[in-house]
């Protein structure tokens, strides 16, 4: 398997371009199935999930067609009809986000069977959210033999929803869901992610009929055909975050090309907060750390609070800033599987249940190490960045599953990065 290794100590700076967010176009891929006529996704990366998504729909009967290059690559997808209700344990096993064919194939077909999708190394992610939605909206559901078997014989009904808890993946379900269903839905408690907004975004453009994206009410009164249409996927906030790490981390200054200040406040302000300058520019965001870091407080939430896809970045960060910083997690029981990993770097970190208490030491040193999760891997090469001598990460597939062209990216800024082919 392949290894990134990293030189580390020295400052970054320069510009990088932000790719499209992976968390904006898998939803965006699922809707593709709600109707007859042609998507077309421009700025979709190019990403392990992204191969996995396609892989799933084209087995469920969509035909996926690639053109054009750089920012003119559209992804074009076609259900004319469908293939396959049944969303197999092989591929939804491979990723979590397969679970979001659940409310297309039912509104457009009356049925679907997927595989849950299992354990997950952040944690238990169960989907108790995302059934509850599509009986609101009349299906009935049963598990039997690892798959969900959801049946609307006469079809979809509009219906209320309340979200116990705030899911971005349930509301997505929902949201695609009711796009399709007979009469209005309302959907409370909704997530207010951007991601959300793109789907909505799209799914207008599609002739959905939908209001309060955004917000955590989402009004929908269901039309009886979606049609074909072309959207752009936003850029994508967690890579932007992370490349400010980078920037941060080794005292450098990255541009982030494309970025959007609006997607990404709570992270700024803590940045700013740890002796960050982070500043619009008519291209996007300059990220600048010149006089050394501070130890901040952060507390992961739902949008717009702080991203639990930014925390184990932060966390790499915390580790080289002056003072102490108390992470806590809220969205996801164990996620702080970095912190051995940082630890074997020099990193001084203390876990309490869902909070780490981050003191800063003055310098990392670089060491073999491995993650198990994808932010959490590259908040080792965040690490790596920073620290004396040789890092080599392992298990990189992680990695690959989320951020396009990282070396290259990272590289273009000074780093000394590259991948191992094992
Ligand atoms: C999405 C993102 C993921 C991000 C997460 C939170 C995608 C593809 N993935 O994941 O990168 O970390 O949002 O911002 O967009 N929950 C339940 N029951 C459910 C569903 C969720 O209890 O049916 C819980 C989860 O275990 C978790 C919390 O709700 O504790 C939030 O999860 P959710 O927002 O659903 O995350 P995903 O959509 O899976």
């Given at each position: 398997?392949?290894m ?14 932000v ?8 939803p965006?891929m ?30 469920h ?6 053109s054009?290059?750089?920012?003119e690559?559209?992804?074009r997808?076609?259900?004319r009809d469908l293939?396959s ?9 491979k990723?979590r986000?397969?679970v ?7 509104a457009?077909?009356g049925?679907?069977?997927?595989s849950?999708?299992?354990?997950c190394?952040?944690?238990?992610r169960p989907?108790d959210l ?11 559901i049963?598990?039997t ?8 014989s006469?079809g979809?009904r509009?219906?209320k929803?309340?979200?116990a808890?705030?899911?971005?993946g349930?509301?997505?379900n ?6 399709l ?9 909704a997530?207010?992610?951007?991601e ?11 002739g ?23 959207h752009?996927v ?11 790490m ?6 450098g200054?990255?541009e ?8 990404l406040t709570?992270?700024n302000v803590?940045?700013r ?8 520019t ?5 990220v ?5 870091l501070h ?7 739902p949008f ?8 184990a ?10 003072g102490a910083a ?21 990193a ?13 030491v003055?310098q ?11 932010r ?5 090469v965040l ?5 004396k001598?040789?890092t ?7 990695l ?8 290259e ?11 191992v082919?094992q």
């Amino acid at each position: 398997m392949d290894m990134i290794r990293v030189q580390g100590g020295r400052s970054l700076s320069g510009r990088i371009g932000v790719s499209g967010a992976k968390n904006a176009a898998l939803p965006l891929m699922a809707t593709s199935l709600l109707s007859r006529e042609a998507l077309d996704l421009a700025n979709v990366p190019r990403l392990a999930d992204i191969s996995s998504m396609a892989e799933l729909l084209r087995q469920h009967g969509v035909d996926i067609q690639q053109s054009g290059d750089g920012s003119e690559r559209v992804m074009r997808m076609s259900c004319r009809d469908l293939a396959s209700t049944t969303a197999p344990y092989d591929l939804v096993r491979k990723m979590r986000a397969s679970v979001l064919v659940l409310g297309p194939l039912l509104a457009r077909a009356g049925e679907a069977r997927v595989s849950l999708p299992g354990g997950c190394a952040i944690g238990n992610r169960p989907v108790d959210l995302h059934l509850s939605a599509m009986e609101d909206l009349g299906a009935e559901i049963d598990i039997t033999g690892g798959f969900i078997e959801a049946k609307a014989s006469r079809g979809l009904r509009g219906g209320k929803i309340a979200f116990a808890q705030v899911s971005v993946g349930a509301t997505e379900n929902a949201l695609m869901a009711a796009a399709l269903a007979q009469g209005e839905s309302v959907i409370l408690n909704a997530a207010r992610e951007p991601e959300i907004v793109d789907l909505a975004n799209c799914l207008i453009a599609m002739g959905a009929k939908i209001e309060g994206a955004g917000t955590d009410t989402l009004r929908v009164q269901g039309v009886s055909a979606l049609h074909a249409a072309r959207h752009t996927v936003i850029p994508d906030r967690i890579e932007t975050g992370t490349y400010a790490m980078a920037a941060a981390i080794t005292g450098g200054a990255i541009e982030l090309v494309g970025a959007r200040e609006s997607h990404l406040t709570a992270a700024n302000v803590i940045l700013r907060k740890a002796g960050v300058t982070v500043d619009e520019t008519p291209d996007g965001l300059l990220v600048k750390a010149v006089n050394g870091l501070h130890g901040t407080d952060a507390m992961t939430e739902p949008f717009p609070g702080f991203p639990t896809d930014l925390q184990a970045q932060f966390m790499a960060l915390m580790t080289v800033a002056d003072g102490a910083a108390m992470l806590t997690e809220t969205i996801f029981e164990n996620r702080f599987m970095h912190v051995p990993e940082l630890a074997r770097m020099g990193a001084n970190i203390t876990v309490h249940g869902s909070s780490a208490l981050v003191r800063g030491v003055r310098q990392l040193r670089g060491a073999p190490v491995m993650a198990t999760d994808l932010r959490a891997s590259v908040s080792l090469v965040l690490a790596g960045l920073a620290a004396k001598g040789e890092t080599e990460v392992r298990r990189i597939y992680h990695l690959d599953r989320g951020y396009e062209r990282l070396e290259e990216k990272l590289a273009g800024c000074g780093a000394l990065i590259e991948r191992v082919p094992q």
